[in-house]
């Protein structure tokens, strides 16, 4: 069974019990030195929020799940119907090959109720990285009841501990208003930057 650490406080965790542990050692302990990612072999839910939200990294076991989500985002954010067989593939090499990418999962009760992705983008500027959070959803029948909030204040608690990170970056469909807005709510603000991108290979 998997065991969770919660949050009681800011900089705290609670364990099931009863002992605490600082939360900026924690997770440096979880980290690598070079991409400071969570340990995927710990059988540890690493964050957890109020409402009985607990955050964890992805495990091979939870492929169907993300496919499932990906898929939904696709339909619901741009009216995309994704190829299952090609999105599976996808999902299945970001686990397989941590350095790539990070898959979050937020559970309630025991069952995935959201995720997101973290990918890094080295750089030259400043000496660290960019953190880009993709492939945020939340399953509709959690929505507007912190499961979002839980997810990204997890990553920005590790991309401040990890030291190196500059800032956490996303993108979203301009027509997306419902995600502009939490975004927002976050205090994330609109960049100076316009994505441009040239299609190569499969569309």
């Given at each position: 069974m998997?065991?969770?650490?919660?949050?009681?406080k800011?900089?705290?965790?609670y364990?099931?019990?009863?002992?605490t542990?600082?939360c900026?050692?924690?997770v440096?302990?979880?980290?690598?030195?070079?991409?400071?990612?969570?340990?995927?072999?710990?059988?540890t839910?690493?964050?957890?929020?109020?409402?009985?939200i607990?955050?964890?990294?992805?495990?091979?076991?939870?492929?169907?799940?993300?496919?499932?989500?990906?898929?939904?985002?696709?339909?619901?954010?741009?009216?995309?119907?994704?190829?299952?067989?090609t999105?599976?593939a996808?999902?299945?090499g970001?686990i397989?090959n941590?350095?790539?990418?990070r898959?979050?999962?937020?559970?309630?009760?025991?069952?995935?109720c959201?995720?997101?992705?973290?990918?890094?983008?080295?750089?030259?500027?400043?000496?660290?990285?960019?953190?880009?959070?993709?492939?945020v959803?939340?399953?509709?029948?959690?929505?507007?009841?912190?499961?979002f909030?839980?997810?990204?204040q997890?990553?920005?608690e590790?991309?401040?501990?990890?030291?190196?990170?500059?800032?956490?970056?996303?993108?979203?469909?301009?027509?997306n208003?419902d995600?502009?807005?939490?975004?927002?709510?976050?205090?994330?603000?609109?960049?100076?930057?316009i994505?441009?991108?040239?299609?190569?290979?499969r569309?």
């Amino acid at each position: 069974m998997r065991r969770t650490l919660q949050i009681a406080k800011a900089g705290r965790f609670y364990r099931p019990d009863g002992s605490t542990a600082n939360c900026e050692e924690f997770v440096r302990q979880r980290y690598s030195l070079r991409w400071r990612r969570l340990d995927a072999t710990a059988n540890t839910a690493i964050f957890c929020s109020c409402m009985g939200i607990s955050i964890r990294p992805a495990e091979p076991t939870d492929v169907g799940q993300i496919v499932d989500f990906n898929c939904r985002l696709a339909i619901e954010s741009e009216g995309i119907e994704l190829d299952d067989q090609t999105v599976t593939a996808g999902v299945r090499g970001i686990i397989a090959n941590p350095d790539s990418g990070r898959y979050w999962l937020a559970e309630r009760d025991g069952a995935v109720c959201g995720q997101c992705l973290v990918t890094v983008e080295p750089s030259d500027w400043n000496a660290g990285s960019y953190w880009w959070l993709q492939s945020v959803y939340v399953d509709s029948r959690h929505r507007r009841s912190g499961v979002f909030r839980a997810l990204w204040q997890s990553v920005l608690e590790a991309a401040t501990v990890a030291g190196d990170v500059a800032a956490v970056r996303l993108y979203v469909d301009r027509e997306n208003r419902d995600a502009r807005d939490a975004y927002q709510t976050m205090g994330m603000r609109k960049s100076s930057y316009i994505v441009y991108e040239l299609p190569i290979g499969r569309p």
